[in-house]
């Protein structure tokens, strides 16, 4: 039907000319409905099955010396009107409509075509994201690992990583109906300026995803402390089930406003609490003590980063991911084109703003890069300080080399930095 459509579209039904009798089955571009001749003038059918006309003038006359009067049907031959440019053009909305009946019938095509119900690990929530599994207490989501994300290593980077745990974090509170005005605050957080802000963090990575890759990330909160929470992270391969990251970190509050540490005011405790799972660290603590690196320890410098507009979050302090790609900045090009990110804790200490100078200061344990080939695992010190000296972040990083068998456990990781 919609080729039908748009061939009328385009070739309008032409009527068929006068036949040897004089009768006429249509007219060009057209038929004429029944009981009206080409002229106009309205005929009623005899018994006879002849036509016949009504006309007012009973007797020929003259007119200017030429005789005249009225022909009847057996004198006419009604003939199509004459051939013109107009008349030979296509009907425009029949044209519009015929277009339109095309491109609805296409989308419809094509609609049909995803009608397959999904996978039950690909359903979104009612946001679009994720969902809320395991007694409403913990919320899962997938990605899929795109081009943009993975490195020179064909692998997915450590930041795309850190923004997933991220990312399932703010929607695990937007999910639970708990997403105030702030960038993951409660509405009784709003209402007090208050806002989450990380002190510490913890990850381990066993494996990491390749392009194309689906990871299954779940995340959950708990209590730490009486003024602190716990945020845990468990990613898997969703082909294999296999867990190939784990992540824990505390949280604090801070005032907007005043940029202070704030403590949890009951209102929002009665928000957040029942939210809670109880369960141990996903990842043991780390707590040895991070030693300070200056001009004097570091090895590597890296002097000069200044924070990019896309670098800030909505609460205009830059966002916690962004640290690690300038912990990386003073890495050693040798660690980082053998080896891989295998474990990593970070303490951060303060906020940066879009018009801060950064300082990255790393320190290799051991005998430096040349212990590489000892030991196979490699760690290092960080330090992210202020162009002034104040600190931003202190972490210790263990790379391991990236040709190492992986059993599934972070196991292999040395003992002391497990």
């Not at 006309?55 to 199509?80: H, R």
Request: net charge neutral; glycine share 8%.
């Amino acid at each position: 039907m919609v080729a039908s459509a748009a061939t009328a579209a385009f070739f309008p039904a032409t009527s068929s000319l006068p036949d040897s009798g004089g009768r006429n089955s249509g007219n060009y571009g057209g038929s004429l409905p029944a009981g009206v001749d080409a002229r106009g003038i309205k005929s009623k059918s005899s018994s006879s099955g002849k036509l016949q006309v009504k006309a007012n003038a009973q007797a020929p006359s003259k007119v200017n010396g030429t005789k005249v009067g009225i022909k009847t049907d057996d004198d006419v031959i009604s003939s199509p009107p004459p051939r013109t440019f107009i008349n030979t053009l296509p009907d425009w909305s029949m044209l519009l409509a015929a277009i339109t009946t095309i491109f609805l019938a296409a989308e419809k095509q094509w609609m049909m075509l995803d009608w397959k119900p999904k996978r039950p690990d690909m359903l979104g929530g009612p946001f679009g994201f994720g969902r809320i599994v395991q007694d409403g207490l913990v919320f899962r989501e997938n990605f899929s690992i795109r081009s943009y994300e993975i490195g020179a290593d064909r692998t997915a980077s450590i930041e795309t990583l850190m923004n997933h745990l991220q990312e399932t974090a703010l929607n695990h509170v937007k999910s639970a109906g708990l997403l105030g005005d702030g960038f993951g605050s409660t509405p009784e957080m709003a209402k007090r300026n208050l806002i989450w802000v990380v002190s510490k963090m913890q990850v381990l990575v066993d494996r990491y995803p390749t392009w194309g890759d689906v990871v299954q990330v779940d995340t959950w909160v708990a209590a730490s402390g009486k003024n602190g929470m716990r945020r845990d992270w468990l990613v898997r391969d969703c082909k294999t089930g296999d867990v190939i990251t784990r992540a824990s970190s505390l949280w604090v509050m801070m005032n907007k406003e005043t940029r202070r540490l704030s403590k949890i005011p009951d209102e929002v405790r009665a928000e957040i609490e029942g939210y809670y799972l109880d369960s141990p660290p996903i990842v043991d603590e780390d707590g040895r003590k991070l030693p300070k690196l200056d001009d004097k320890t570091a090895e590597y410098i890296r002097t000069g980063l200044t924070p990019r507009w896309s670098d800030l979050d909505v609460n205009q302090h830059v966002n916690n991911v962004k640290y690690i790609g300038w912990i990386l900045e003073s890495a050693p090009l040798p660690i980082l084109e053998s080896h891989e990110l295998a474990a990593m804790t970070l303490e951060y200490r303060r906020e940066c703003r879009k018009d801060s100078v950064v300082q990255s200061l790393t320190s290799v344990l051991g005998n430096g890069v040349g212990d590489m080939a000892i030991s196979g695992y490699v760690e290092c010190q960080h330090l992210l300080r202020l162009e002034g000296g104040a600190e931003i972040v202190k972490g210790r990083t263990v790379w391991r080399p990236k040709y190492a068998n992986r059993i599934g456990s972070m196991g292999q990781l040395p003992a002391a930095s497990a």
